[in-house]
């Protein structure tokens, strides 16, 4: 409704974004916990917390992309399920496919469920959050098919992919969520792909007026979310050592909490990794913290949804550009 | 989506009857199919009324959900909503409290919830979405903690009725719940002037606000009942199963969410029709009854929910797209 659009410094669009308010109340946290618990502070204790959020964090890589051009997806859990029980039994001893082999097939699954959620989203028009709520069913199902198989990860190369600590101290999963942030942030500033993302989730109908190949384009971020998600698949079938079709479960809520702290704009249009990547840290310190601190395990949950609706609630009284009317 | 809308306007009345009547076709030769095949058992009383029950409480939350959705807002804390119920019924029930009383703290519980959620996306201008995927978290955390996750029995004579009972000794009351409350929402929904105001909201909120309707009050009003609703189905649920768990209503959500799609409200709000949802509501409720029926397992289940609803709501978009063709 306003005439012009204020320009702010890329400073004051941070301070726009909900991550400030996130960092206080991190920083509340963070005196809080280290005072009641010795532990918190402990040099184990923060890799702990650093390796925890793996799965977490490579999935909200894809989904940002995937949300800054105004998608939904909802299929990730599922989705890195997926990738992580096929390659789980692929590495099987019976079986004893090569892992470069397995892994370009997990890879392949995960771009593949992109592409098809991108397909019918933009081919067929359905509205990405139903897409995506009917392919996690499906995915999930389909991982059931291997319910019964139970396989063991045996192969040291998988077992270590999750697993090592850089210098024993750096683990590596961080390392592959900061150099994934790292490129997509470089991709979304830097060439036409992410230009046009950006446009894509400010307005679609313009961005298509403008003659955007914006079907092509949403495609390729979902197909992005699912590549991310057979990593993360990988990682969870590394970390935890087995193959179990429900893995994964409950992720999209998980990652979706994480993005939205971090300042992504739900509809698209907004949205930096940066953000992301304190929403993250936040969260798993914040869970840590709790079981540290003996919270019972299902006021974290609560803990957690009030956490939400706090920060959204405060993003939305502080960002009201005027009185809302409706 | 704005050039959508005038093709809308232009065909309206037509196309929501036959997409209401092509479901309810559909509904009819369903039965039919699965009469024959799931014989003897699947059209039998032992199967008809449980299934019926069942579907009850998800009819009944469907219902009002509609009126929410098609405001333009969605709701997902209602599986939430009856964890939460479910407990605190079966809590009051150990402490002795009268089976009437718990009703009501119920009912008013599910009231606050609702109001909780309405005040997130009206008075502070939260998405819903967000909001109330945040208060599903809570509503089902704190079902956690006041039962500490255990299931705890909940059997009183009044609570045992509402999902038990039976009036004149044949018609489930569960039944009885359901047809009130699509009776109820169909005449507000077509027949009144709240109904109108729901619509008009729903495919243009800025028109309505300067057109003199009080957006704020009508949406906040929607999600209050939302979550008396949900609270009701939570006891239905409760009474059924005569305990109360956390668990209870666990991805129901998604289930009611996407009934009420099928059945032809879209998710932007300002299309959508009451019987849809119904239709919808039974649709589902008998296949995935039907296949359990056939012995199939969970997980392929699972694989059909979610073919359907992407399958139902294609052919939807693709005959919209054709009907905007012809315009």
């Known amino acids: 409704m306003e005439k012009v659009e204020k320009k702010y410094s890329a400073f004051m669009n941070f301070l726009r974004t909900p991550t400030p308010t996130l960092i206080g109340i991190y920083l509340v946290m963070l005196i809080l916990f280290s005072l009641t618990s010795k532990n918190f502070l402990a040099i184990q204790n923060i890799k702990g917390i650093f390796n925890n959020f793996a799965v977490y964090g490579i999935i909200a890589a894809g989904v940002t992309v995937v949300m800054i051009g105004g998608g939904f997806d909802l299929s990730v859990g599922s989705t890195a399920g997926l990738a992580g029980i096929v390659s789980a039994v692929l590495l099987m001893k019976n079986i004893m496919v090569p892992t470069p082999v397995v892994f370009l097939i997990a890879i392949a699954i995960g771009c593949l469920v992109g592409l098809i959620n991108g397909l019918i989203i933009t081919k067929v028009g359905i509205n990405p959050i139903i897409t995506t709520l009917g392919t996690l069913a499906i995915i999930r199902g389909v991982c059931y098919f291997w319910a019964n198989l139970n396989p063991r990860i045996l192969n040291v190369f998988v077992q270590n992919l999750g697993r090592i600590y850089i210098g024993n101290v750096f683990p590596i999963t961080t390392v592959y969520i900061i150099v994934a942030f790292v490129i997509l942030t470089l991709v979304l500033k830097f060439t036409r792909f992410g230009r046009d993302l950006f446009t894509i989730g400010g307005n679609e109908n313009l961005a298509r007026l403008a003659g955007i190949p914006v079907d092509r384009i949403k495609i390729i971020s979902y197909v992005i979310s699912g590549f991310f998600c057979s990593i993360a698949g990988l990682l969870l079938i590394s970390q935890l050592g087995s193959g179990r079709p429900e893995y994964g479960t409950g992720a999209e809520l998980e990652v979706l909490t994480i993005i939205v702290l971090g300042g992504v704009v739900v509809g698209g249009g907004k949205g930096n990794f940066l953000g992301v990547f304190i929403a993250l840290i936040i969260i798993q310190t914040i869970s840590n913290g709790m079981v540290l601190l003996d919270v019972p395990v299902f006021m974290r949950t609560v803990v957690k949804g009030a956490l939400l609706v706090l920060v959204i609630s405060i993003d939305a009284i502080r960002n009201r550009k005027n009185l809302q009317l409706y | ?327």
């Open chain 2, 1 to 327: 989506m704005a050039e959508i809308k005038a093709a809308e306007v232009l065909g309206r009345k037509k196309s929501r009857l036959n997409n209401t009547a092509t479901l309810f076709i559909i509904l009819v030769a369903m039965f039919g199919v699965f009469s024959y095949v799931g014989r003897p058992f699947f059209f039998s009383k032992l199967n008809i009324i449980p299934m019926l029950n069942n579907l009850s409480f998800i009819g009944i939350i469907a219902a009002v959900l509609t009126m929410v959705m098609v405001s333009g807002e969605i709701d997902f804390s209602v599986g939430g909503n009856i964890g939460l119920t479910a407990c605190l019924v079966a809590l009051l029930l150990s402490k002795g409290l009268p089976g009437w009383l718990v009703v009501i703290i119920a009912l008013s519980g599910g009231l606050l919830m609702g109001a909780f959620n309405g005040m997130l996306v009206t008075v502070i201008g939260v998405n819903s979405i967000i909001a109330t995927i945040g208060t599903m978290f809570i509503w089902r955390g704190i079902g956690y903690t006041l039962s500490n996750g255990e299931s705890m029995l909940a059997i009183n004579p009044v609570i045992d009725f509402i999902g038990r009972g039976f009036i004149f000794k044949v018609i489930p009351f569960p039944i009885v719940l359901l047809v009130i409350i699509f009776v109820v929402t169909y005449v507000t929904m077509s027949h009144s002037k709240w109904g109108r105001k729901i619509y008009a909201i729903g495919a243009n909120p800025l028109a309505s606000y300067l057109s003199g309707i009080n957006v704020k009050k009508v949406k906040f009003v929607s999600f209050l009942l939302c979550g008396a609703t949900a609270a009701l189905g939570g006891l239905i649920l409760t009474s059924l199963s005569a305990v109360g768990m956390p668990q209870h209503g666990q991805g129901l959500e998604l289930v009611i969410v996407s009934s009420i799609i099928l059945g032809g409200t879209a998710l932007g709000g300002g299309r959508g029709q009451i019987l849809g949802t119904l239709a919808g509501v039974l649709i589902l409720s008998i296949l995935y009854n039907f296949l359990t029926i056939m012995n199939v397992y969970y997980f392929y289940i699972q694989i059909v929910q979610g073919s359907v609803l992407i399958l139902v709501v294609s052919t939807y978009e693709i005959r919209q797209a054709m009907a905007r063709r012809r315009i």
